[in-house]
């Protein structure tokens, strides 16, 4: 967990991945994954190249267990759906899931969070980093936020509505205002 309190740190980092994400794509994200009061969970891919991992198809996972602050899909959902990308020769690139709450302090990832992501990357090699997105309020703000425990990474988000908040090696955060249509 050492490299996770970046605060703390002032080890430099070697970027080892850079995800490529629009606010179009997380503004669709963001609300795929708040439907109810539930927590939900998403496996997330798009194009690799290099070091460039695009966050572009999000594949929604089974749950196993779930509840407001809680969210696990079944080993086989989630397996499934790793097999199906990497058939097609691609890449997990991020593995989302829904906090509840409004503010950007809510997407912060819990002990477990921290932990699975780290079992993902560590023991079974993955670069994928973790997205947290929260509700959105009456004005349509909600937050996102890029974490990664083992993979020190940067993140480029294109389009409008997004504002950056926070930003380290380990972990980025957005503003997302989404538009009031309707
Ligand atoms: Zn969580």
Redesign the pocket.
């Known amino acids: 967990m050492q490299h996770h309190d970046q605060k703390t740190s002032s080890r430099p980092s070697l970027i080892k991945a850079v995800i490529l994400a629009d606010s179009l794509t997380l503004s669709n994200i963001q609300r795929a994954l708040t439907p109810n009061d539930d ?1 939900w969970g998403a496996v997330l891919t798009g194009p690799v190249w290099k070091q460039l991992r695009c966050v572009t198809n999000s594949y929604a996972v089974e749950p196993l267990r779930q509840s407001q602050v809680y ?1 696990q899909a079944t080993a086989r959902s989630w397996l499934d759906t790793m097999i199906s990308i990497r058939e097609f020769g691609s890449f997990v690139t991020a593995i989302a ?1 829904s ?1 509840p709450g409004w503010s950007a302090a809510a997407s912060t ?2 002990g ?2 921290i932990r699975y992501l780290s079992d993902l990357q560590k023991k079974c090699g993955s670069k994928a980093i973790g997205i ?1 997105v929260t509700r959105a309020n009456n004005d349509g703000v909600a937050y996102v936020r890029f974490y990664s425990v083992h993979v020190p990474f940067s993140v480029r988000v294109v389009g409008e509505h997004i504002e950056q908040l926070e930003k380290s090696a380990y972990e980025y955060v957005y503003r997302l205002s989404i538009p009031q249509n309707n």
């Open positions: 927590e969210f899931h906090h990832p819990s477990e969070d947290i």
